[in-house]
């Protein structure tokens, strides 16, 4: 995607691949944070906010393997959210953008909180 002059679908997709990234990385980290044992205030927390973290690396991860499948699949004037990745796991399947980005953000904010109410 990079070097090349490209449509505005395009330099949006670009956007949506970095700002995936860079999500994925705080969320890797936040969870490196939450399960290096920093101290809790009630320890029931911190499973249920372990498992929204990575639930939500798992969905950061969906979302950049989907970006190359609907860069290859957009037809032109096409919005990225509108366009079905096509990709075999365990049959043929088709996925939408939004479809993996909602939950990745989501699942984020909700291990956020229960970090923060359980430090």
Request: hydrophobic letters at 55%.
């Amino acid at each position: 995607m990079n070097g090349t002059p490209g449509d505005a679908s395009t330099k949006a997709l670009e956007v949506v691949n970095y700002a995936s990234t860079w999500v994925l990385i705080a969320t890797i980290a936040l969870l490196a944070w939450v399960a290096s044992g920093v101290e809790f205030s009630n320890d029931v927390l911190r499973v249920p906010a372990m498992v929204c973290l990575t639930l939500s690396a798992m969905f950061g991860l969906a979302t950049l393997a989907l970006v190359p499948l609907i860069q290859e699949a957009r037809r032109p004037g096409q919005s990225n959210f509108d366009v079905d990745g096509r990709f075999v796991l365990f049959g043929r399947r088709t996925a939408r953008l939004k479809t993996m980005l909602l939950p990745q953000y989501l699942l984020l904010l909700v291990g956020l909180v229960l970090y923060v109410m359980g430090a």
